[in-house]
């Protein structure tokens, strides 16, 4: 795979103008904020809007468009940088609305090459080159600007995505034209790299080797050590490729996977390190070829670089075993190959609904948009009538008094409209973070199912295959394995599904709460009778100390919830011959349930994370069994709705107590 890189913002004065900003006001307070909204675009999010949205604000009152719009076009930075491209794509219109009322050709065409790079990204190639050419003809007054230079390089990334590289070659030496003359070595570096792909796409291996020899060099030069990997990387890609340079290939991708290494970038060292494999199969160095795969894996896997790459590595390992003529590990490979090609499908699906709850969110902000087009009308008017009231007095001073009376009417308007418009922003900001939350709860559940379904759906799907495949090849004791694993495998699935359907009923409000007096003894009981199965097949006893009147008000099926997870979990986390104890304290109005367990225990680490939605805390239970932490979350929400608290106390290796407190019946 071939890598293109592009140019990052500078941002060296963004500490001395927050130092500066307390003391700033007017038209030099906004300037600041617009300056300090692009500075943070590519590396704060949060910042970087909530300057932007200041500057907005007081460009609006002071009747600013220029920088009103500037204010804009940095949102639509921000939003491009971290890939909220509908987003991104309203603000940049709005601010090219604003720059063409005010004839400002320069940042026209900066933004009709945001807007261009922001189709590009989405694929719509046609509309991305239409962009980049309006921005060509604004920008035609300095046709040796770096501006100018970036379109041009632009223009040859989209004749590349669609097959043309001819006509990428023409706009990149155009690119690096001007970045010779101007004397920008690090765009150029990035237009000797493309073309170095343009010529590689054409097979004009020979020429891609120049021009990517001169990008290393100029990188190098620079010191850039991010950008010099990527061009090795492109360089071992023509050997490969070439076929009777295998041997160099691997001298690049060595270079390559060093660099990679100690710039700590791990993502770009797995798919090198995938290249290096190949090399090294196709020149029949088997065993080391199997162990650049498997690196790269163990990356992929504990730093979570998605499914794309993962079963990539799976195919290659695969092939590699086979040509070993080792078919029983070949199959292996290549069915978890298979298995992680679906869930990168499954991943795909959930990234769409990701894409439709974005365009949702986009659509919630289209009153914001209305705001300031309100404003910006406003103001029109203001100076439409301040221009009448000169024009009147001039014609006769009868008219002063109905004139100062006009001007009393509009100021109090002015403040009435001003009050109104400050309890809809604050009624914004409040659906604003309503929103967040409920998009923290949204990425939770997506979380669980890519993640927490994934093992047990591979187990059933593993097994219940070779079963079906090759049933009669299985001795009687392998079947009753197999499906003791499916078994355990449907109820992880079940028991997740459970704590989801509670979850999801308790968030949307379609769960009743109906509280009553219920004997506390009878719900142990019949959560005993569901656990016991499960604690006899790891010899765990369950003890109860419960007093036979005590009775206590709140929802019995929340209750059973609660003490079914929390015993489940103690069991799951209890070692085999242990003991799960459930005893209960009389505390004034409220009775306080403790579920006991002589356990493994919860490391110190994970003892603040238990009880909350973005914990990333999920352990395997002594028998190996799956665990979400969604049953815990659970657990919370439905002790709080009946009244009550949860918390817990674990010593690390000597077990865990986990308590609960329900007010008692009166």
């Not at 060292?269 to 196709?282: M, T, Y």
Request: include cysteine.
């Amino acid at each position: 795979m071939l890598v293109i890189f592009f140019s990052s913002f500078d941002q060296s004065a963004a500490d001395s103008l927050l130092l500066k900003l307390p003391q700033l006001s007017g038209s030099e307070r906004t300037e600041a904020l617009v300056q300090l909204s692009l500075a943070y675009a590519r590396i704060d999010s949060t910042r970087s809007l909530s300057y932007a949205d200041e500057a907005i604000d007081l460009a609006t009152s002071a009747g600013d468009s220029l920088h009103l719009a500037m204010a804009v076009y940095n949102q639509g930075e921000c939003r491009y940088f971290f890939d909220a491209y509908e987003r991104a794509l309203q603000n940049y219109e709005l601010a090219c609305a604003i720059f063409e009322q005010l004839g400002d050709s320069a940042m026209l065409g900066d933004t009709h090459n945001a807007i261009g790079l922001v189709h590009y990204y989405t694929g719509e190639y046609n509309l991305a080159a239409t962009h980049f050419y309006k921005s060509l003809g604004y920008l035609a007054k300095d046709p040796l600007s770096e501006e100018v230079a970036h379109v041009y390089s632009n223009l040859g990334l989209v004749f590349l995505k669609i097959g043309e590289p001819q006509r990428a070659i023409h706009n990149f030496r155009h690119a690096a034209g001007i970045n010779t003359q101007i004397q920008d070595s690090s765009s150029l570096a990035v237009n000797f790299n493309g073309l170095g792909i343009s010529f590689f796409n054409m097979e004009q291996f020979d020429s891609s080797k120049v021009y990517y020899n001169k990008a290393l060099h100029l990188f190098r030069q620079l010191e850039n050590h991010q950008r010099e990997a990527i061009v090795l990387h492109n360089i071992a890609t023509i050997y490969v490729n070439t076929g009777d340079s295998l041997q160099q290939a691997l001298n690049w991708y060595e270079q390559t996977i060093e660099v990679f290494d100690a710039l700590g970038d791990l993502r770009s060292k797995a798919h090198a390190l995938d290249g290096l494999g190949g090399v090294h199969r196709e020149l029949k160095n088997y065993k080391k070829a199997v162990a650049a795969f498997q690196e790269s894996i163990k990356l992929i896997e504990e730093n979570d670089f998605g499914f794309y790459l993962l079963q990539q590595n799976y195919h290659d390992l695969a092939v590699a075993y086979e040509r070993m003529g080792q078919i029983d590990n070949a199959y292996k490979a290549f069915k978890l190959h298979s298995a992680f090609k679906d869930s990168m499908l499954r991943e795909e699906r959930l990234n769409q609904v990701a894409e439709l709850e974005q365009q949702y969110q986009a659509r919630q902000k289209e009153a914001e948009i209305e705001r300031l087009n309100s404003s910006r009308e406003i103001d029109q008017l203001k100076i439409q009538r301040n221009e009448e009231v000169r024009i009147f007095g001039m014609i006769a001073i009868v008219l002063l008094v109905a004139t100062i009376f006009m001007i009393s009417v509009a100021y109090f308007n002015k403040r009435k409209h001003n009050a109104l418009l400050s309890r809809k922003n604050e009624r914004i900001e409040e659906q604003r973070l309503e929103l967040e939350k409920l998009n923290n709860s949204k990425n939770k559940f997506f979380s669980i199912i890519a993640h927490d379904l994934k093992n047990p759906f591979h187990t059933v799907m593993g097994y219940t295959y070779l079963m079906h495949k090759e049933y009669d090849r299985f001795s009687d004791e392998e079947k009753r394995k197999y499906a003791g694993d499916i078994y355990r495998s449907a109820q992880s699935i079940f028991k997740l599904l459970h704590n989801l359907l509670d979850w999801a009923q308790s968030q949307t409000g379609s769960l009743v709460y109906t509280p009553q007096k219920v004997s506390f003894l009878e719900i142990y009981q019949a959560i005993e009778n569901l656990i016991k199965p499960t604690a006899e097949q790891k010899k765990i006893r369950l003890q109860a100390e419960i007093p036979d009147d005590l009775h206590i008000y709140g929802d019995p099926r929340m209750l059973e919830t609660v003490l079914r997870n929390l015993m489940n979990n103690a069991v799951k986390f209890t070692d085999e011959g242990g003991t799960v104890k459930v005893g209960v304290k009389d505390d004034g109005h409220k009775a306080v349930i403790c579920v006991c367990d002589d356990g493994v225990g919860i490391p110190p680490a994970d003892m603040g994370g238990l009880f909350q939605i973005d914990s990333k805390n999920k352990r395997k239970g002594t028998a190996n069994e799956d665990g979400s932490g969604l049953g815990l979350l659970v657990c919370s929400e439905f002790v709080r709705k009946n009244g009550g608290d949860i918390w817990a106390d674990s010593q690390h290796g000597k077990g865990s107590q986990f308590y609960f407190s329900i007010p008692k019946s009166v």
